[in-house]
């Protein structure tokens, strides 16, 4: 069998490509491609991390990623032990004795008898006010006061302009407006990251806390509020389309490239 790094160090060769251009292109580090194609995994190095470094030097060299990578696991990686389910014992109930049963029975008889002798009272009878009608002359006024609320509740749904207007013009607009959180005036932003094929990723905080880390696969989507400020690291920024409030904004970078701390904010555009 071929080893992975045979086949990486055969193919660049016979497309006359330096390790030093593929090092640019990809923005690897030439020390991890030379130890891919020595077949040397590092241990101080991340799995999910080395998975998609190696999918992108296989783009590049126009590789089928999914078979270098499933061959790449099964020559460097051991093989995940199957979680062995243990049955469960199987207990048999055995059906109650006579005897258990009829004490059992009388316990009941003795605590029902008490509840209805000494705990059961009479429940109140609920009592209903009498409410006269209303005389007929009266029917079209209050059909006609309802009828004009409803038009002056739609209007307001309507001119949210011209109310703001009659607050301002009001004595007691300054406290209004005041009294009124700032955030309700802020347009929130939602970012949405699509992920158009497998790539591994991870967003940080602002406190440098993992938020994220994992591969995404292909049709994924992460939302999250542009205020948080999330940095975003990806071995592959041209499989990352960016949407802003359910517009795309374009990928954070070029196929194959990989991206180190990259903030998005509401003027990204690409």
């Not at 316990?107 to 000494?118: E, K, Q, T």
């Not at 802020?186 to 949405?192: A, F, G, H, M, N």
Request: proline share 4%; hydrophobic share 35%; glycine share 4%.
């Amino acid at each position: 069998m071929e080893f992975v790094g045979d086949i990486l160090k055969k193919t660049r060769e016979g497309k006359k490509i330096s390790l030093s251009n593929v090092s640019k292109d990809l923005k690897i580090s030439e020390e991890t491609l030379i130890n891919f194609e020595n077949n040397y995994l590092p241990k101080d190095i991340d799995r999910v991390f080395i998975i998609g470094h190696l999918r992108s030097y296989c783009s590049l060299l126009n590789l089928n990623h999914d078979e270098i990578i499933e061959l790449y696991k099964s020559q460097h990686f051991p093989l995940e032990k199957k979680n062995i389910e243990i049955e469960k014992p199987k207990f048999e109930y055995k059906f109650l004795y006579s005897n258990k049963l009829i004490s059992f029975s009388l316990m009941l008889l003795i605590f029902g008898s008490f509840y209805f002798l000494f705990v059961e009272v009479e429940k109140p009878s609920r009592e209903y006010a009498i409410i006269p009608d209303l005389p007929e002359k009266y029917i079209a006024v209050v059909e006609e006061t309802n009828l004009n609320d409803l038009i002056d509740n739609k209007n307001t749904l309507l001119n949210p302009e011209i109310n703001f207007a009659e607050i301002e013009s009001s004595p007691n607009s300054s406290s209004a407006i005041a009294s009124i959180p700032d955030n309700e005036f802020q347009k929130p932003y939602i970012v949405t990251l699509k992920f158009l094929d497998d790539t591994w990723v991870q967003l940080r905080d602002e406190n440098d806390e993992i938020i994220l880390s994992q591969l995404m696969n292909e049709g994924d989507e992460y939302s999250y509020n542009i205020l948080n400020n999330y940095s975003i690291t990806s071995g592959n920024a041209g499989h990352i389309l960016v949407i802003i409030n359910q517009k795309v904004k374009g990928k954070i970078g070029k196929k194959g490239q990989v991206v180190d701390s990259l903030v998005i904010n509401q003027n990204f555009n690409n």
